[in-house]
């Protein structure tokens, strides 16, 4: 099965899906590796011995595997890559703000509401695919979402869906009694964090991980957060260092799932991120929004055993991030329908 063809429902091998978010990452970095202007700026990269060292190198081919290797080794040989603008492959927002919200509403519910257009804690009035998931016959207290940023409580509406979502810098209430867990939402407060609705993505990761060992769910969302953080204060040096680190906890994730009797072969993991950013000068990296060029394009990375090794996806039909929704029901074997709180804009936007 091809990423996007919602078509297709036939039942294949996926019985479980990992969906993951990167905040904010370029599919300029993910294709090409670092930039060569903002590796080399002193403004945008303070240490640059070591940062050049770690994730610099004239071939493109080399710098991408430095900065993600687990994507240019595993998932470009064993999974597809959609994205690389220069090779014809358009992956778009359809929303017109090009921020986090809007763009997590659009992937996690499928269309635009025009309503979602602020990162205010506001309950999304829209049905995500993890609730539909949710309710569908054997997927009760099987879908959970793990992260970083505090405001996932409301884009997939906790309180309505009754998904279990552990976000931005609440303890991780239901891993308690491991005492990984217990150590983590004790560290996760004692650590200064430098962003107020943020937590660190390596607690993230890291409950994520001990719910998928202890609880087994069959659709399990990870949002990470660090990349876009950073992109905005202007560190592209630790911008660079936590797309690295995302690369491995993704590698993390897909080696454990591969070794695991339950999971092992029937698995799926699907990866995107919530926005582009600028790339029409030096500057524009750090910011995104509707006035941004560039903001509009994403990536997408997918890795199963639906999924044909097809690595870099060259000049296909432009896909959307709106597609997703479809895309993760699709994978187990659901046809995704959700047209139940349509807003009006809808109409405006689609032809559907
Ligand atoms: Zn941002």
Redo the contacts with the bound molecule.
Sequence with gaps: MNILSSTIFAKGNTKNIIFITI??LRWEEVFYGSDSLLIHSDNYTKDHDNILNEYWHSSTKVRRERLMPFFWNTIALQGQLYGNLQEGSIAILKNPYL??YPGYSEMLVGYVDLTRNSNNKENNPNITVLEYIHNQPGYNNKVAAFCSWDVFDFIINEERSGIYVSAGMEPYEKGRKNPKIGLLNEIMLQIPVPWKSVRYDAITHNFAKTYLEEFRPKLLYIAYDET?EY??EGKYDQYLIAANQLDQYISDLWNWVQNNYYYKDKTTILITTD?GRGNEDIDSWRN?GSSVAGAENVWMAVIGPDTPSEGVMKNHDTIYSSQIASTIAAFLGIEYQNKRTVSPFIKMMFND
């Design positions: 905040d904010g921020f986090s876009d992109a905005h926005h995104h």
